[in-house]
């Protein structure tokens, strides 16, 4: 199986956080274009 998670590659905000050495609020984008493998095996 092949699951491609953000195919557009869109650069999301994942959360915002207080950076008080530089006295302002950064943001953290999530992960690009993320392809997932999967495989199974069944008895």
């Known amino acids: 199986m092949?699951?491609?998670q953000n195919v557009?590659?869109?650069a999301?905000?994942?959360y915002k956080f207080?950076?008080?050495r530089r006295?302002?609020?950064d943001v953290s984008t999530q992960t690009?274009?993320?392809p997932n493998f999967n495989y199974r095996i069944e008895f």
Do not use: H, K, Q
């Open 8 to 10: 557009t590659n869109r």
């Open 18 to 20: 207080y950076n008080p």
């Open 23 to 25: 006295e302002n609020i």
């Open 32 to 34: 690009g274009l993320f």
């Open 2 to 4: 092949l699951d491609i």
């Open 12 to 14: 999301n905000v994942a």
